[in-house]
């Protein structure tokens, strides 16, 4: 019977995906402040908002995994140090959404071992998806394996030896780990892997069994969920596969922050080429690089950021405010960056990018973050000749490129 652990062998996929999210450090109150694909987008502990810990935990999980540590060599380590800061115990806390104090668990050996766990089966669902993703061409089914004991949740111990293809969208929500100690695990297969097991006698089904659900309120955000009986609230997504999408959004920042403007257009439109892109556009999760900044806008802005980011937030306010807006459209917005006809400030740190063809002018609005570390697309639509005229005779408007006449 296959059993589902993680794999002692040198985690390199982990790693890379667990340093990634550690760009992102966020504290946060309750672990509803930062929901599902959040998590995987960013690293975050549960009431350390307040406390100077986070960087603390990021650094011993990141040491236990790069170590293949265990969590009581990780607890051991890290006790003392969360102890002399204050963040241990039951203490009373004040909620920042209310501003009501109430008494919180922070610290302990329990929540350190959740955290542990979490953070550990997150890192390496999202090395496995990578390594999903780079063999899918020869191994292009994954196979749910559950250990089946007693601890196993009926829903999941249904789903053992359930073999999909790798890009079914039952794996947007049915994907390891499913809840709070999910111990179940996914694994690749070739078609004549799947030969093999059946002729040995396995149990294999590739029919999906009918999901009960439920409903399910955020208290914090108001926002209700529609969440399979069997996952735990918050990991209805696929951990595995944004994981792994962060660490390669990472790796082509890091190759941007060094590269010519002139190498940004391939190195971003090869990532929005991709089938993770167009699956980003068609059901937002995390975020993805998109264009290319002009050095222009880098200079007036005085930001350090060589990509714009487009987030899943504004990429669900695309798809209700423009639904006329293709994958083809969004797939040309590396070029708008690179070779755009006009560029013009609108504010202190809006920009305008226009850029026309084929007869008909894109329109995208960017807005780099206050630090200058980011910066992030808030709006992409086609404009009229009008809509271009208005915005040029706007008092506020700086222009930074002007190619009409090119």
């Not at 955020?218 to 792994?244: C, F, L, M, Q, S």
């Not at 910066?375 to 002007?402: G, H």
Request: proline letters at 7%; one cysteine or more; glycine letters at 6%.
């Amino acid at each position: 019977m296959a059993t589902a652990q993680l794999i002692p062998l040198p985690p390199e996929d982990a790693i890379r995906v667990l340093l990634a999210r550690g760009r992102q450090l966020s504290p946060t109150f309750a672990w509803q402040d930062a929901y599902a694909a959040d998590h995987a987008a960013m690293f975050t502990v549960a009431k350390s908002a307040g406390f100077d810990v986070l960087q603390d935990i990021f650094n011993a999980l990141s040491k236990a995994l790069q170590e293949r540590r265990t969590l009581r060599d990780f607890a051991r380590e890290l006790t003392p140090l969360l102890q002399a800061k204050g963040w241990w115990g039951r203490q009373m806390v004040t909620d920042p959404l209310t501003g009501e104090q109430r008494p919180a668990q922070l610290g302990s050996q329990r929540r350190l071992e959740t955290i542990f766990d979490a953070n550990m089966r997150v890192s390496y669902a999202a090395g496995h998806w990578a390594g999903f993703e780079r063999n899918k061409r020869v191994r292009p089914f994954l196979r749910y394996v559950a250990i089946r004991d007693d601890r196993t949740r009926p829903e999941h111990w249904r789903r053992h030896n359930l073999v999909l293809p790798i890009d079914h969208p039952y794996w947007d929500v049915w994907a390891p780990p499913c809840g709070w100690n999910c111990r179940c695990t996914l694994q690749s297969l070739s078609q004549r892997e799947i030969d093999r097991l059946l002729a040995e006698g396995e149990d294999l089904r590739f029919e999906p069994p009918a999901d009960e659900r439920k409903s399910w309120v955020n208290k914090r955000t108001g926002e209700v969920r529609d969440i399979p009986v069997g996952i735990d609230p918050g990991w209805d997504y696929n951990p595995g596969r944004i994981g792994a999408n962060v660490a390669i959004n990472e790796a082509l920042a890091e190759k941007a922050a060094g590269a010519p403007f002139e190498l940004l257009e391939p190195l971003v439109a090869e990532r929005v080429r991709s089938d993770a892109f167009a699956r980003f556009v068609a059901k937002p999760e995390g975020r993805m690089p998109v264009m290319p900044i002009p050095p222009a806008i880098g200079e007036a802005a005085g930001t350090e950021a060589r990509v714009a980011i487009l987030s899943a937030d504004t990429m669900q306010k695309q798809l209700r405010r423009h639904p006329e807006m293709t994958l083809a459209d969004y797939r040309s917005l590396p070029s708008i960056g690179a070779d755009p006809t006009l560029v013009f400030r609108d504010g202190t740190n809006t920009f305008i990018l226009v850029k026309l063809a084929d007869g008909r002018w894109r329109y995208v609005a960017a807005k780099t973050t206050k630090t200058g570390k980011a910066a992030f697309v808030t709006s992409f639509r086609y404009a009229s000749d009008e809509n271009i005229r208005r915005m040029l005779a706007r008092e506020s408007v700086e222009i930074l490129i002007d190619r009409r006449g090119s």
